[in-house]
């Protein structure tokens, strides 16, 4: 079976080169019986490619069940995958199957994976390796043959490093990762589902159909679509009921589409986790920048005492003449002034060859490092020596939290 019959059999809308490479991925994983991780944003369509996994394998004829463990309470996770023993907990009158010995023989679907608590992780992953399981509030253990494939809008890896996920279990999961990409990614693709949506509600409401001007199409194409094609569906949805108008331009389909999410201005995107740009980030700054300054003022007046006024030290540091003026309120001259405006007095008895200026103390001073980071680890260092490496102590000194202080020795690496 190609990638068309499979968008055909499942309905799937797209040319998308990367709609193709997920296609593609999940026909050759198929027949095998390892496990895979779906993983792309929410309203993406992983669940429509964990049925092309199922039904394209051996299992097709097993039962399917797709299981969301986010909306599980964590109390009661155990008890519907692994299931329960009567009198095992309060309110377990009988004993109870569980999902994975339902699905015996076929596929599980767990969906928003990244959910799951530590404990049911463990034992997740010893229904991967072994194939067994025991109920809550049981001593015997079972077997069931069960292929798993995930999926998850959150980064695994990071929960990982965060230690809210299980490493051996994320490489047990991982052995062939699957990307669904976003529909922000899939620009051809938009009008064509959009298209598609609004003949099938058109069709459903029995209202005429619906059509996009080309600065509607542009906008349409523009949009960010945080919730992806369900996002895109619902908005498909509200034009073919609510819309009087059947031609549809830019304007009124502004109208529909959430303002928060149009904005196209730059944001801070913290990088790594780490905390947001601080007050402290600000005035480091501002000093850094009139250290700068200095350096410039420092060369500028050695020139000037080393050679005098001439009009090359004018033209090669207009800039900073020019930013004098400003600074103090003067207007800045259109045409720099000649060099016998400015006089140099000299001390009676001394020549120009008596003035030793050490050029390259101001060289090394501008090499300076101005990095914040180098800057943050200095001043750690000092709070840590001046408290004896009481980070409690240092914590408040530097004007943070302590666990902030633990988070920055150990990303650089003070310990």
């Known amino acids: 079976m190609d990638i068309q019959d499979i968008k055909n059999r499942f309905g799937i809308i797209g040319s998308s080169p990367l709609l193709n490479r997920a296609i593609d991925v999940a026909r050759q994983v198929s027949p095998t019986d390892i496990s895979v991780l779906i993983t792309g944003e929410s309203g993406s369509g992983k669940e429509v490619f964990s049925q092309i996994i199922h039904q394209l394998s051996s299992r097709k004829h097993g039962p399917f069940i797709a299981v969301n463990c986010g909306a599980i309470p964590e109390g009661t996770i155990d008890s519907e995958l692994f299931g329960h023993e009567k009198g095992s907990f309060t309110g ?25 608590p530590l404990g049911t992780q463990a034992r997740l992953l010893r229904v991967l390796e072994t194939g067994e399981y025991i109920r809550v509030g049981s001593s015997k253990v079972q077997k069931t ?119 196209t201005l730059p944001v801070h995107v913290s990088a790594g986790g780490k905390d ?72 009676q008895g001394v020549k120009n060859d008596d003035f030793h200026f050490h050029t390259q103390e101001v060289e090394e001073v501008e090499e300076e490092s101005l990095s914040l980071v180098e800057k943050e680890s ?21 004007g943070i939290s302590e666990r902030t202080l633990y988070r920055k020795i150990k990303d650089l690496n003070l310990n």
Do not use: C
């Open 378 to 398: 200095d001043l750690i260092k000092k709070a840590l020596k001046k408290h004896k490496g009481k980070r409690k102590s240092a914590a408040q000194e530097l």
């Open 145 to 263: 043959n069960v292929r798993v494939v995930a999926a998850t809008n959150v980064d695994i890896y990071d929960a990982v490093q965060k230690g809210k996920f299980r490493e051996d279990l994320y490489y047990r999961l991982n052995t062939v990762p699957l990307r669904i990409p976003a529909l922000r990614d899939r620009k051809e693709d938009i009008h064509l589902l959009f298209r598609k949506f609004v003949a099938d509600f058109t069709d459903k409401y029995r209202s005429p159909n619906v059509q996009l001007t080309e600065d509607a199409q542009q906008l349409l194409a523009n949009y960010p679509w945080p919730g992806n094609v369900r996002q895109l569906k619902n908005i498909a949805e509200q034009i073919a009921v609510l819309e009087k108008e059947r031609l549809i331009d830019a304007r009124i389909l502004e109208q529909y589409l959430p303002v928060d999410n149009r904005s």
């Open 92 to 116: 377990a009158h009988e004993a109870r199957k569980g999902y994975f010995e339902v699905v015996n023989g076929g596929t599980i679907f767990l969906d928003e994976v990244g959910e799951l």
């Open 276 to 347: 947001d740009f601080s007050e402290r980030d600000l005035l480091y700054k501002v000093l850094f920048d009139m250290k700068k300054d200095m350096v410039e003022l420092k060369k500028l007046v050695v020139e000037i005492i080393q050679n005098g006024v001439n009009s090359r030290i004018v033209e090669d540091h207009s800039p900073y003449i020019n930013k004098l003026y400003r600074d103090v309120d003067s207007p800045a001259p259109e045409q720099l002034a000649p060099p016998s405006t400015l006089t140099i007095h000299h001390p």
